[in-house]
């Protein structure tokens, strides 16, 4: 199973950025997440959305800027980020789980490899 993250780059405070995350398997009942890690610290969660869509969880410092949202039949989740800040600056990674909860709490059964996000003050 290959989880394929890409859409980084680099971007100034306040722009917007879209990161996507493809799988070559169908996950269509696990959840799907996304995490990151700044340099010098550990990975933190960052969103994860359940396999119906219907339960989305975010990190508090992401809420009402970032938006995770999943297209089961392209086997993709996305996760748009607006008003980006210096603080966004990570690696972020795409994972899959059994479920939201779990990826919540970093329990995933995949991860994708990283995709860098740069944001300049």
């Known amino acids: 199973v290959q989880l394929q993250a890409s859409g980084g780059g680099l971007v100034q405070a306040g722009d917007s950025l879209g990161l996507s995350c493809t799988s070559t398997?169908?996950?269509?009942?696990?959840?799907w997440g996304w995490f990151r890690q700044a340099p010098g610290k550990e990975r933190q969660f960052v969103a994860a959305?359940?396999?119906?869509?219907?339960?989305?969880y975010y990190e508090d410092t992401v809420k009402g800027r970032f938006t995770i949202s999943r297209d089961p039949a392209k086997n993709t989740v996305d996760l748009r980020m607006n008003n980006l800040k210096p603080e966004d600056t990570a690696v972020y990674y795409c994972?899959?789980?059994?479920?939201?909860?779990?990826?919540?709490?970093?329990?995933?059964?995949?991860w994708g490899q990283g995709t860098l996000v740069t944001v300049s003050s």
């Open positions: 398997r169908t996950f269509s009942t696990f959840g």
């Open positions: 959305i359940s396999g119906s869509g219907a339960i989305v």
């Open positions: 994972a899959v789980g059994f479920t939201a909860d779990r990826l919540r709490t970093g329990t995933a059964n995949y």
